[in-house]
C-alpha cells in the first residue's frame, strides 16, 4: 500500500517542482526516479509485467499533469487579484527553432510590466488592449497566472481530473501488484506447510 501511494505521491510533487524557476531539471530527475521505482517495484520485485508497464506509463503522465494544475490551483487559490491590461501580444520562438510560443506583454494596476507565457496561460487569446485579472504568487516565486475579466477564482476541470485519475491509475496498479504478489506468497506458504505435514 504504501508504494500505491508513495510513487503517485512524489510524482506530484515533481510536477510542482517542474513548475519553478530552475525547478525543471530537479522535476525531471525526480519523475525519472518515480518512472524506474514504479518499474522496478512491480515488475522487478513483485514480477508483474503488465501492472508495471501501466504504472510506469501513468508515472510518467502524471508530472505533466500535475504540474500546471499545482500552478493554477496554488495562484488562482492563494494569489492576490491584481487588475491589468495586455500591452501587446506576439510569438517567440522556442527551445526548438520550429516551435513559435504565444506571449503576453501586461501592465498590472502598479505599473510593472510583466512578459507572460503559455505557462501562465496566454495562448494568443487575448487582443491588444484588454483587461485582465493577474493572480500574482503570494511568495514572489511563479509568475502571475492571466485571466480574462471578471478572473474569478474557478479551475480547469479537465486538467484536475486528469491528474486526480493518473494518481489513481497509477496507485491502482502498484496497489494490483501489491495484492497480487501477496496472494502467492501465500499461496506458496500454505503449499510449503502441506508438504511439511506428509
Known amino acids: 500500500m504504501k508504494w500505491a501511494i508513495l510513487i503517485p505521491a512524489v510524482g506530484v510533487l515533481a510536477g510542482a517542482l517542474g513548475q519553478y524557476p530552475y525547478g525543471m531539471w530537479v522535476g525531471v530527475i525526480i519523475m525519472m526516479g518515480v518512472v524506474a521505482a514504479a518499474a ?3 515488475g ?3 514480477h508483474r509485467a503488465g501492472a508495471a508497464t501501466l504504472a510506469s506509463v501513468a508515472a510518467l503522465a502524471l508530472p505533466f499533469f500535475a504540474g500546471p494544475a499545482f500552478y493554477e490551483t496554488y495562484v488562482k487559490q492563494l494569489g492576490e487579484r491584481v487588475h491589468g491590461v ?5 510569438e517567440r520562438r522556442g527551445v526548438k527553432k520550429s516551435t513559435e510560443l504565444s506571449v503576453c506583454r501586461v501592465v498590472d494596476t502598479s505599473g510593472v510590466v510583466r512578459d507572460l507565457s503559455e505557462q501562465q496561460n496566454c495562448y494568443g487569446q487575448f487582443k491588444v488592449g484588454q483587461h485582465v485579472i493577474l493572480f500574482k504568487d503570494p511568495l514572489g516565486a511563479l509568475g502571475p497566472w492571466i485571466e480574462a475579466m471578471p478572473g474569478d477564482r ?3 476541470g479537465v486538467g484536475l481530473a486528469t491528474t486526480a485519475g493518473l494518481f489513481v491509475v497509477t496507485g491502482s496498479a502498484l496497489f494490483y501488484a501489491g495484492q497480487r504478489r501477496l496472494s502467492e506468497i501465500d499461496l506458496l506458504r500454505k503449499h510449503q506447510l502441506q508438504r511439511r505435514r506428509s
Do not use: E, N
Request: hydrophobic share 65%; aromatic share 8%; no cysteine.
Open 40 to 42: 522496478i517495484v512491480a
Open 44 to 46: 522487478g520485485v513483485w
Open 86 to 90: 495586455v500591452a501587446d501580444t506576439g
Open 154 to 156: 474557478a479551475l480547469d
